[in-house]
């Protein structure tokens, strides 16, 4: 089973959504929010899939370490 984490544009910043899940927090940078999913996958015991949502709406497979989008 895999966990998907997605890290989201939010009114506030950034959030992550964890398997369907949305954080209940918001985090003011990209670097937050990914340490705050980091933080949560832990966790988790099966595989851990991070994906950033690019201006399209496409969600991307990322490393939780991969370069920041460009409107971080």
Known sequence: M???CD???HPDGW????NGVES???YHTYDLAV???RVDMAKRKHNKIFRRMELNGVMLPVQ???A???NA
């Open 2 to 4: 895999n966990n998907f």
């Open 7 to 9: 890290i989201v544009p």
């Open 35 to 37: 340490a705050a999913a």
């Open 68 to 70: 920041k989008p460009l």
């Open 15 to 18: 959030t992550y959504i964890l």
């Open 24 to 26: 209940r927090c918001s």
């Open 64 to 66: 939780p370490d991969a």
